[in-house]
Structure formats: C-alpha cells, structure tokens
C-alpha cells in the first residue's frame, strides 16, 4: 500500500487530498500511468504537458524511482511567489 497526496491546484481539480492505493511493484512513472488511465481528467491533471513535482517520502525527485509498500508520494503543483 502507498499514500498519494495531493496539493493545491490537483486538490481542487482531482477533488481529492490523498488516497491509498494498493502498489505491488513499479516507479513513480508507473504510477503516474495508472493515475492517468483512471479518466480524461486524471489523463489532463497528470499529463507531461503540465508542470509538476513528485515528492517521495519527503524528498523530492527529479527521475523515476522505484517505490515500495508503504511510501509516501506528494504531487505538488509548481509554486509561485513573489
């Protein structure tokens, strides 16, 4: 089992703060595979097209990493400020 989080703008589109999902094996792109063939919603939120971060048991990542039972994943939108 892994818990997704979700953050800021995926919150409010996804109308979701977090889940857990049963996970037997796979990288943060497999994740991001099932999540997208859930709908066309999901498939847009999540798409390449868009920016955003992935965070692993609170570190963030910048390529695909293997996760296990238990982990943790956040998926931020990018930040602004000013």
């Keep these: 089992m892994i818990k997704i989080r979700y953050f ?3 919150k409010d589109t996804l109308s979701l703060c977090e889940e857990e999902l049963v996970w ?4 943060t792109d497999d994740l ?3 999540l997208r063939k ?3 919603l999901w498939a847009e939120t999540l798409s390449d097209k ?4 992935l965070v692993v048991n609170q570190q963030i990542i910048y390529q695909s ?3 296990n039972d238990g982990d ?3 998926i931020l939108p990018p930040v602004t400020g000013g």
């Design 8 to 10: 800021g703008s995926f």
């Design 24 to 27: 037997q094996s796979g990288s």
């Design 32 to 34: 991001l595979s099932v």
């Design 38 to 40: 859930r709908d066309e």
């Design 50 to 53: 868009n920016i955003f971060r």
């Design 65 to 67: 990493v293997l996760l």
């Design 72 to 74: 943790e994943i956040a």
